[in-house]
């Protein structure tokens, strides 16, 4: 069952957005008219929406992901067919907090993955490992990343005929020291980062994050999210050293800081380190007042000594 406008809906959509995504509203809106409401729509049927998606089980980020998509769609019937504008509310959801590795952590994983890396399928985690701790890629573009693309110094993140970037921006990534010497003793084919020269890979994402969840159990880390831990990690990782969320954020490529926010885990932060720096420099910030006193009166007098050389 389709709503009255939703083919017109989509085809606009997908002038603007990637097939991902237009599906992604297609299934949603689905949902929504299979429930039988008559145009034109209220807040009523949104309520009664929600109360059929909670009956599934959702949570309530999931239940908002629908909303977005239905007040996108009631939003654009109202700007150009003249339908009620009809307000939604997001539902208020507690952000979880990310599970982050340690360095110490992360060192462990690397050490052990470059032992076993004789093996193919180890040979494919440590490819996988590399680029998600030293670049703060998602796990998708590491899995759909060809080896034409990486450079010397950077790697050119572009969309692709079977696969675009979440936010279909492209993007150069700067690469560091350890991972261009990584790199520079890698065997590279004409095809996949992932896919070896003997043609073994991971034929999909859910694949390769299963083999990762599972070397994870095996080295009892298994906490944060296999795959997605990285990013978290290291944005953690980056404000504890640069305490800067603005560069944090470019590199994670978000477009809101709030969004970066929400990948870092502040129970990780040296805030004891931060604690103990207050007070620390009282001496020095009473002396730049004294100093800057003293050139204030220093000018003052100066000024003063011009005036009476003038009145003089």
Known sequence: MLLPNQNKFLAYIERYRSPRTKDTYQVHLE????????EPHTIDDVEMFVDALRQKDLQATSINSYLRTLRRYLNWSHSRLGT???????????????AVWTTEELDTLEQELDYRSTSPRYKILQRTHYMLRYTAMRAGEVFNLKWDQIYPDYIWLKNQNNWTIKTRKEAKIPICEKLALFLEGEQRCSTG??????QDHFSELSHL??????????????QPEPLKG?????ATE??????????VQHLLRHQHVATTQKYLNHTHLPL???????????GQIAQLVEQRTENQLREIR???????????
């Open 31 to 38: 949902q929504f008219a299979a429930l039988g409401f008559a």
């Open 84 to 98: 009620p504008k009809v307000p939604i509310q997001m539902l208020s959801a507690n952000d979880p907090v990310h």
């Open 193 to 198: 980062y992932l896919q070896l020269a003997n």
């Open 209 to 222: 994050t299963h083999s990762m969840k599972k070397f994870q159990r095996e080295m009892k880390l298994d």
């Open 230 to 234: 990285y990013r978290s990690s290291v």
């Open 238 to 247: 980056l404000l504890s050293t640069t305490q800067n969320h603005v560069l």
């Open 272 to 282: 004891s380190d931060l604690v103990n720096q207050i007070g620390s420099n009282q």
């Open 302 to 312: 100066d000024l003063l000594d011009q005036l009476l050389s003038k009145s003089k």
